[in-house]
């Protein structure tokens, strides 16, 4: 092994959000071996915000403002019980909204569903 450390990893963030991309960038910037790249600087990885998707797929989903609160939570790997807390509900209406989640979804578990809706572009990750 070679006692010479390899150099950063450097990231850009490209994002229409900016308070997203500054928690990204508080988030990547104390990761060990990566680096934000400088403004102009060329990046080896770059994180940009996808296109907004308008097709049959995204459209035929219809979740209430509740679910998609519930959604983001879930996003975050918020469990159901720092569900109900955040939002004030209990833990069996935070458990019935994942549940109509997964249904709507038409998803397997808490994460496949983040995963149809970010593909769905429903939310963005």
């Known amino acids: 092994m070679?006692?010479?450390a390899s150099p950063p990893i450097v990231i850009s963030i490209e994002l229409d959000d900016p308070a997203?991309?500054?928690?990204?960038?508080a988030l990547l910037g104390s990761v060990a071996g990566l680096r934000l790249a400088a403004g102009g600087e060329a990046a080896a990885v770059?994180?940009?915000?996808?296109a907004p998707?308008?097709?049959a797929e995204t459209n035929s989903i219809?979740?209430?403002p509740r679910e998609l609160d519930v959604l983001a939570l879930l996003a975050?790997?918020?469990s159901n019980k720092d569900?109900?807390?955040?939002?004030?509900i209990s833990v069996h209406t935070a458990k019935f909204h994942?549940?109509?989640l997964l249904e709507k979804l038409d998803a397997t578990g808490r994460t496949d569903a983040v995963a149809h809706a970010a593909r769905r572009g429903v939310i963005h990750l």
Do not use: C, F, H, Y
């Not at 997203?20 to 960038?25: G, N, Q, T, V």
């Not at 770059?46 to 996808?50: G, N």
């Not at 569900?83 to 004030?88: M, S, V």
């Open 2 to 4: 070679s006692d010479e």
């Open 20 to 25: 997203l991309a500054d928690r990204l960038a």
């Open 46 to 50: 770059k994180l940009v915000a996808p």
């Open 53 to 55: 998707r308008q097709d």
């Open 62 to 64: 219809e979740l209430t």
């Open 76 to 78: 975050e790997g918020a």
């Open 83 to 88: 569900i109900a807390r955040r939002l004030g």
């Open 98 to 100: 994942v549940g109509s």
